[in-house]
């Protein structure tokens, strides 16, 4: 079994206590708002989500997994948060999510940006104890309970740290 948070910020940039020492964007709110000297636009926003689906992408295919079930959701999608033109790059716009329902591969993305753009909250979890759960701030969190996760290649934008997910 591998255990990982899987993130963009790099763990070197943590001090010794774990605490990130960079200052950069941790919501879609952050849209415009300027980090590093770089303002965050709605493409480089999209770019960061990208990332994060393809991990959860590399991890299914990896592992062998057809489909994940969502468990224990919690829909925003009435608060109205996402009202930044990343709709318009990258839709998201999954009518019906329930507790339990399957989601398979080729959907899994609209699941992740949701989850990273607070429109709902759920855990993914497959068959065999495997799982994908979202924290705050663009944290993510895989078990692998088949062992094909390889924490030497991550995929671009994203750094694996060995670490439980804080939702089990």
Known sequence: MI????????P???????RYLVDEFTSISDIGKTYDNHQLTPQLY???E??????????MTAAGIKRMWISDLEDKRRLGKCNIDVERLRP????VIYD???????NIDKI????LRELIWCKLIDDNGS??????????????NSNSLNLAIPPQGIFYEEIASPYE
């Open 3 to 10: 255990s990982v948070r899987a993130t963009k910020f790099n």
């Open 12 to 18: 070197k940039n943590r001090d010794d206590q774990g």
């Open 46 to 48: 999209i770019l960061n």
């Open 50 to 59: 990208d990332s994060y689906v393809n991990c959860v992408r590399n991890f």
């Open 92 to 95: 998201t716009n999954v009518m």
């Open 100 to 106: 339990g329902m399957s989601v398979e591969e080729e």
């Open 112 to 115: 992740v940006r949701l989850n």
């Open 131 to 144: 799982y994908v759960h979202f924290g705050y701030d663009f944290y993510m969190y895989i078990r692998d």
